[in-house]
């Protein structure tokens, strides 16, 4: 069979991806990636150590940094990612630098880390003061409140879960309770911490509940390497990506004439095999379970402290 006319595979961009050795959402990275970019992932040494602030020094020194992109330069990236929270909020601001710049000069390409991503992110939509959400225990939590604060980045409100292993297992469910906690006296947007934590499909239906702008690590990850190389990150009806979410519903009525469709509740629930409880409790929320997010075709974002831009709706019960 000639299949000559087909004229061979789609060009592709490529993005190197350095993640910590327990990484396992690699599918969620390549959820915000349009069709002619690849990602060429590869990993961090095996350390026996549980998620903590002495992992997170382990995975980001320097050397292995540039071992990594120095393995990445086989297949040639346009950028390199360090696709790791913690492991680049550890060192605090300037710490995030030194690793950008080890990166870079090792693989004679620009380098990004997650947490420098996500200063960029907070710049993109003007947000200064926001809540956050971790899966981590508080030592680590109050390392990332820390880098935020040295960034000017003020934090209203956070939870976290206390977790150090297997943080891939969080359940979407969690991750809205969490968020619900978290977010108290009307900050401009809501963080949720850690590339090892699902948060793609719950980015739109947190959106639409808490009507402000909601980030993760992965998401602002791909959205800053994504950037660089002249490519924008795809997801539906996030503020971060779309320039019309961030307007909010008016823009969406005067573009579309109809309203957006908010998800419905069990477009929250995981696959089977993430029915899996959290080890550790969550900190600081209720014991009661959460109602369903709430299906409503106002999606405008009057909590944010920038109301002209996000709508001047109230802002639900958390």
């Given at each position: 069979?000639d299949v000559s006319f087909?004229?061979?595979?789609?060009?592709?961009?490529?993005?190197?991806?350095?993640?910590?050795?327990?990484?396992?959402?690699?599918?969620?990275?390549?959820?915000?990636?349009?069709?002619?970019?690849?990602?060429?992932?590869?990993?961090?040494?095996?350390?026996?150590?549980?998620?903590?602030?002495?992992?997170?020094?382990?995975?980001?020194?320097?050397?292995?940094?540039?071992?990594?992109?120095?393995?990445?330069?086989?297949?040639?990236?346009?950028?390199?990612?360090?696709?790791?929270?913690?492991?680049?909020?550890?060192?605090?601001?300037?710490?995030?630098?030194?690793?950008?710049?080890?990166?870079?000069?090792?693989?004679?390409?620009?380098?990004?880390?997650?947490?420098?991503?996500?200063?960029?992110?907070?710049?993109?939509?003007?947000?200064?003061?926001?809540?956050?959400?971790?899966?981590?225990?508080?030592?680590?939590?109050?390392?990332?409140?820390?880098?935020?604060?040295?960034?000017?980045?003020?934090?209203?409100?956070?939870?976290?879960?206390?977790?150090?292993?297997?943080?891939?297992?969080?359940?979407?469910?969690?991750?809205?309770?969490?968020?619900?906690?978290?977010?108290?006296?009307?900050?401009?947007?809501?963080?949720?911490?850690?590339?090892?934590?699902?948060?793609?499909?719950?980015?739109?239906?947190?959106?639409?509940?808490?009507?402000?702008?909601?980030?993760?690590?992965?998401?602002?990850?791909?959205?800053?390497?994504?950037?660089?190389?002249?490519?924008?990150?795809?997801?539906?009806?996030?503020?971060?990506?779309?320039?019309?979410?961030?307007?909010?519903?008016?823009?969406?009525?005067?573009?579309?004439?109809?309203?957006?469709?908010?998800?419905?509740?069990?477009?929250?629930?995981?696959?089977?095999?993430?029915?899996?409880?959290?080890?550790?409790?969550?900190?600081g929320a209720g014991t009661?379970?959460?109602?369903?997010?709430?299906?409503?075709?106002?999606?405008?974002?009057?909590?944010?402290?920038?109301?002209?831009?996000?709508?001047?709706?109230?802002?639900?019960?958390?």
């Amino acid at each position: 069979m000639d299949v000559s006319f087909l004229g061979g595979p789609l060009p592709q961009r490529g993005v190197g991806i350095v993640a910590p050795f327990d990484f396992a959402l690699d599918r969620e990275l390549w959820r915000w990636v349009p069709d002619d970019v690849s990602l060429h992932l590869t990993r961090t040494p095996f350390v026996p150590v549980e998620v903590s602030l002495d992992l997170a020094r382990l995975v980001s020194e320097h050397e292995t940094l540039r071992e990594a992109v120095r393995a990445l330069c086989a297949v040639a990236p346009e950028v390199v990612a360090y696709a790791c929270t913690s492991g680049s909020f550890v060192g605090g601001t300037a710490g995030e630098r030194a690793m950008a710049a080890a990166m870079a000069e090792a693989g004679d390409m620009p380098a990004l880390t997650t947490s420098g991503a996500l200063l960029d992110a907070l710049r993109e939509i003007d947000a200064r003061r926001i809540a956050i959400v971790t899966p981590y225990t508080k030592s680590v939590t109050d390392s990332l409140e820390e880098y935020l604060d040295e960034a000017g980045i003020g934090i209203t409100g956070r939870c976290y879960m206390g977790l150090t292993r297997e943080i891939w297992r969080v359940a979407y469910r969690d991750v809205v309770d969490m968020a619900r906690e978290a977010v108290v006296d009307a900050p401009d947007a809501l963080f949720i911490s850690c590339t090892n934590l699902p948060t793609y499909d719950v980015i739109p239906q947190l959106e639409a509940e808490l009507r402000m702008p909601v980030l993760s690590a992965n998401q602002v990850t791909m959205w800053a390497a994504l950037r660089a190389v002249g490519k924008q990150a795809v997801g539906p009806y996030q503020a971060l990506l779309d320039p019309v979410a961030r307007r909010g519903p008016a823009a969406m009525t005067s573009t579309t004439g109809t309203q957006p469709v908010a998800h419905e509740t069990d477009g929250l629930v995981e696959p089977e095999e993430q029915q899996h409880e959290p080890e550790a409790a969550l900190a600081g929320a209720g014991t009661e379970s959460a109602e369903p997010l709430e299906g409503t075709s106002d999606l405008g974002y009057g909590q944010s402290g920038h109301q002209e831009d996000w709508g001047g709706n109230p802002q639900p019960p958390a």
